[in-house]
């Protein structure tokens, strides 16, 4: 199977930026490939929405709320994404997570697919 760890979480001033990562890793095999890996965040109360976006060809999505102060990228070769986040708002306070829609791993000899995958969340906190 496959497992999502977060970093880079914590408090900051409005105005401040955070940079998040999201590693993957192989619990029974190594990866070899993670097709779309994505940013989502939930307050509570409040549904899960997504934040960003990303595929193995590095084509990027983002909600509207964040276009032009955070930026998502990857490194396929490590497994991990990574959520540039500046222009920091109190509203963006929230439980970050990281998601991957489908990820090929080695069993043995074979390749499986895990899908679904989400990590455990860091939590971002935005106030004076």
């Known amino acids: 199977q496959v497992q999502l760890v977060e970093s880079g979480g914590g408090a900051v001033q409005p105005g401040g930026s955070l940079r998040l990562s999201c590693a993957a890793s192989?619990?029974?095999?190594?990866?070899?490939?993670?097709?779309?890996m994505s940013w989502y965040r939930q307050t509570p109360g409040n549904e899960r929405e997504l934040v960003a976006s990303?595929?193995?060809?590095?084509?990027?999505n983002y909600a509207d709320f964040v276009k032009g102060r955070f930026t998502i990228s990857r490194d396929n070769a490590k497994h991990t994404i990574y959520l540039h986040m500046n222009n920091l708002k109190r509203e963006d306070t929230a439980i970050y997570s990281c998601h991957a829609n489908n990820a090929l791993y080695y069993s043995g000899d074979f390749l499986r697919n895990a899908y679904d995958l989400w990590g455990q969340g860091t939590q971002v906190t935005v106030s004076t």
């Open positions: 990303i595929n193995g060809e590095a084509v990027k």
């Open positions: 192989g619990i029974s095999g190594r990866i070899f490939s993670i097709d779309v």
